[in-house]
């Protein structure tokens, strides 16, 4: 790679490039003084092995600036200075420290070059072209450590993020993996260790689900089966409205809040409550586990409830469908909401005289049954099931 310039160069006579490579240790410490002196994060003068790092890099810049203005057509390997950028990344800073110290280490090199014109006989225009090469190499030092730097922080980026699918991936595991596992891997991914955890199943499939604007530590898994999130302590204050406005517009199931080790039992209930949803027993929408499970728990052997709607559903069996659909209606919200007929008219938004005449109706065909409060529960178990199937359009 070598360094371009927008001015004509002027190859500086040899006599001159070895006096200036003489003074390249006085120039160097000049410089190291001036860093150290103006940005705090380089001023570690304790720290020799530090100081013995920065010195290295100083004079590696100003000899390449040498070997540049010496011959300008031979090439430059930048990577010196990439492995710079890195070590900045590395240190946890910005650009900006970096960028400075080159900023001062380009003034103090201006500063002696200026010192010398006279004594070395530099003409203006050969003065001004060794200014204007120290600006374009500057130019070349600084986008070779942003380089460096960015591709260090887009390494270490893509680390934690591998390591972290790898902690979903250990959370969501059966059976679940140690306690002693999950801890040294969150710890090697920067995750702190919550108390609880719930898991989000997200309805968008097929690669289709953009993230939404969640916290750092909420684990994402877009690429699974069913793309879901790991929220850590989703009790926690201001949980519930972070989620509710990020997940605001997407099909979403919120499971219920369980230990760390149990996170794949909230997926599983996340993922039926999805499921629900989409076939319509559910509304569509942001769900949350604990506000259904009732309804969970009655669709969890749908076999089993449908064997048992055949035995407490018998008496209805010989009605027409109208007319099994009003008794009950009226029968559940009778169990639901009270023996009054006043309230159970209200909650149907019929006559109480229409009530009524449904509750005699209903204990003809009952009998003492509904006295039993064994069979009454069976009955609202099987009563929430039928309407929760009419509702879907499966009934």
């Known amino acids: 790679m070598a360094i371009k310039s927008d ?7 040899a006599d001159i490039v070895k006096t200036l490579r003489a003074g390249i240790g006085r120039v160097s410490e000049e410089v190291i003084e001036e860093i150290q002196a103006r940005i705090p994060e380089y001023s570690r003068p304790s720290d020799e092995i530090y ?15 040498l070997d540049h203005i010496e011959n300008p057509e031979a090439p430059w390997d930048p990577e010196p200075f990439r492995v710079i950028g890195r070590g900045e990344a590395a240190e946890g800073r910005n650009m900006e420290p970096l960028q400075t110290a080159m900023r001062l280490g380009a003034r103090v090199g201006w500063r002696r070059l200026t010192e010398l014109a006279e004594p070395l006989g530099l003409s203006p225009q050969c003065l001004y072209d060794l200014g204007e090469a120290i600006f374009v190499y ?5 986008d070779a450590a942003a380089e460096g730097f960015d591709e260090a922080r887009a390494r270490a980026a893509g680390e934690i993020e591998r390591r ?26 920067g995750w702190r260790l919550p108390k609880t955890v719930a898991c989000v199943a997200l309805g968008d499939q097929h690669g289709a689900y953009r993230a939404p604007p969640l916290p750092p530590d909420v684990l994402t898994g877009l690429d699974r089966a069913v793309p879901c999130l790991l929220v850590p302590d989703p009790n926690g204050p201001g949980q519930a409205q972070l989620l509710d406005t990020a997940l605001r517009g997407h099909r979403a199931a919120i499971g219920p809040a369980v230990s760390l080790t149990a996170a794949a039992t909230s997926l599983r209930w996340a993922g039926e409550t999805l499921e629900l949803s989409r076939r319509g027993v559910l509304p569509r929408g942001l769900l949350r586990c604990a506000d259904h499970m009732a309804t969970l728990v009655v669709f969890k052997d749908e076999e089993l409830v449908g064997t048992l709607a055949e035995a407490r559903l018998a008496p209805l069996a010989h009605l027409r469908p109208g007319q099994q659909d009003r008794l009950a209606e009226t029968l559940l919200a009778w169990l639901r909401h ?24 209903l204990e003809e065909l009952y009998g003492d049954q509904l006295t039993d409060p064994d069979i009454r529960f069976e009955l609202e178990i099987v009563l929430r099931a039928r309407q929760a199937m009419l509702t879907s359009g499966r009934a």
């Open 138 to 142: 500057l130019d070349q030092l600084a």
């Open 164 to 189: 972290r699918a790898r902690l979903l991936d250990l959370l969501l595991s059966r059976p679940p993996a140690s306690p002693e596992a999950i801890a040294d891997l969150a710890k090697a991914a």
């Open 338 to 361: 009270g023996r009054g007929a006043g309230e159970v008219a209200a909650r149907l938004h019929v006559h109480p005289q229409t009530v009524r005449y449904r509750l005699r109706q």
């Open 51 to 65: 100081i013995k790092v920065v010195r290295l890099a100083v004079e590696q810049a100003v000899v390449g600036f």
């Open 7 to 13: 001015t004509s160069e002027t190859r500086i006579p």
